[in-house]
């Protein structure tokens, strides 16, 4: 069975400091990941993708993710953050090219000034 | 560039009321999904079409629960008997999946918000 863990329920950060957001991954195939944003009252939006290329994957607004096999984790960073980075980011995998998402629970990033 | 629709945005019924929700996909997604999210919860996966056909269903979807898309274009979910327990945000997403290429990415709707008293 596939499944993601987000090992922070709530992250809270300095704007201007690193920010972490931790994932794990189990899956019987090669897995695609992804990370989604829900900021309060807008929809999901997707950050950044990883499909079996690169490891390290770039995406919007910053953020980056590392693909690492060996740890089975797929940890969201970004440099500095943002007061409008503060929303909920999810964790995300499908064990399919097209297919049903497999959402983790949520980490709650708070920014503060 | 218009996105992923879907009407109403918030719907509150009564227990035991029939509910039906609307999702417009942008325009030459062949792919249709339904997730349904809860308070504090990251959204679960209900069911998805491949133009009219649906293709997988969750256990989620219980024999309340029916979904169509009947030109391959827009999407109902339709709730019968509607209990408390349905209070939840329902999600459409869709996307452009070609065969035998690389994973489509899943551009979501804003959701509807339902609430059954």
């Known amino acids: 069975a596939q499944s993601v863990t987000q090992l922070d329920s709530h992250v809270s950060v300095s704007e201007g400091t690193p920010v972490l957001l931790r994932c794990n991954y189990s899956?019987?195939?090669?897995?695609?990941l992804f990370w989604y944003v829900q900021h309060p009252n807008k929809g999901l939006q997707l950050l950044l993708k990883?499909?079996?290329?690169?490891?390290l994957v770039k995406g919007i607004n910053g953020f980056e993710a590392e693909f690492k096999k060996s740890e089975t984790s797929f940890h969201l960073t970004k440099p500095s953050a943002h007061m409008s980075d503060a929303a909920e980011y999810f964790c995300?995998?499908?064990?399919?090219?097209?297919?049903?998402?497999?959402f983790g629970q949520g980490t709650e990033l708070s920014v503060k000034p | 560039d218009t996105g992923v629709s879907q009407d109403p945005r918030h719907k509150i019924t009564k227990r035991g009321q029939n509910v039906t929700f609307r999702c417009d996909p942008i325009?030459?997604?062949?792919?249709l999904y339904w997730y349904r999210q809860t308070l504090g919860q990251g959204p679960e996966f209900l069911t998805y079409?491949?133009?009219?056909?649906?293709?997988?269903k969750s256990r989620l979807l219980s024999d309340r629960f029916s979904a169509e898309r009947p030109k391959g274009s827009f999407s109902t979910l339709e709730i019968q008997r509607t209990e408390q327990g349905d209070s939840a945000m329902y999600l459409c997403?869709?996307?452009?999946?070609?065969?035998?290429?690389?994973?489509?990415?899943?551009?979501f709707g804003p959701g509807t918000r339902l609430t059954v008293l």
């Open positions: 997403a869709s996307s452009l999946g070609v065969a035998g290429g690389s994973t489509d990415t899943q551009y």
């Open positions: 899956s019987s195939y090669s897995p695609s």
């Open positions: 990883y499909t079996s290329a690169a490891t």
């Open positions: 995300v995998v499908t064990p399919f090219r097209g297919g049903k998402l497999i």
């Open positions: 325009s030459e997604h062949n792919r």
């Open positions: 079409f491949q133009n009219e056909a649906q293709l997988e």
